[in-house]
């Protein structure tokens, strides 16, 4: 996605970096980009490379830039969660909705991580289908990263869950 407040990246990273000095296992990827002409978007990727190089963090962060529908939906087939940390901007700015991708990212099968923002909760049920955590609550989001490195088997059941809830209340159809 765009590099823009409320979705929440630097949140999201610094909840990553405090999971891993914690002892979870994990790496990032991070589909997108700031346009050049966007001083506050350069602003959040800057701090997202400097977070990068941070001792908790360095070598396990990949920037994929922006990518096309069909790399994207293998950049989801190859990961296990999905982290969604939106949040209000300074200015309110708001999702004003739940992310498509956060849908699409629960359809291929992934665990995801959200913050109770918007219509995100409509999308995760918190506990059944997924995680919701404050926003900005970035030791909820670190120990629940950190639990799931603990113990991968917990994520079969909220992955198959959360799949069941968006063919029964997502699909197309319903959503028509």
Not at 59 to 79: D, M
Request: aromatic share 4%; proline share 4%.
């Amino acid at each position: 996605g765009r590099f823009v407040e409320k979705k929440g990246l630097i949140d999201g990273l610094r909840a990553c970096a405090l999971a891993r000095s914690r002892g979870a296992k994990l790496t990032v990827t991070i589909i997108g980009d700031a346009a050049a002409d966007d001083p506050v978007g350069q602003g959040i990727k800057s701090e997202l490379y400097a977070l990068s190089g941070s001792p908790e963090l360095s070598g396990s962060v990949r920037f994929a830039g922006f990518l096309p529908l069909e790399q994207t939906r293998l950049a989801l087939a190859s990961h296990n969660v999905f982290l969604c940390p939106s949040r209000h901007s300074a200015n309110g700015d708001g999702e004003g909705g739940s992310p498509v991708v956060l849908t699409e990212a629960m359809a291929s099968g992934l665990l995801c991580i959200g913050t109770w923002h918007c219509d995100i909760p409509e999308v995760i049920v918190d506990g059944r289908t997924g995680y919701l955590c404050g926003e900005g609550d970035l030791m909820a989001i670190a120990s629940v990263l950190l639990s799931l490195s603990a113990d991968p088997r917990r994520q079969t059941e909220l992955t198959r869950e959360g799949r069941r809830h968006i063919e029964q209340d997502f699909s197309l159809t319903r959503q028509l």
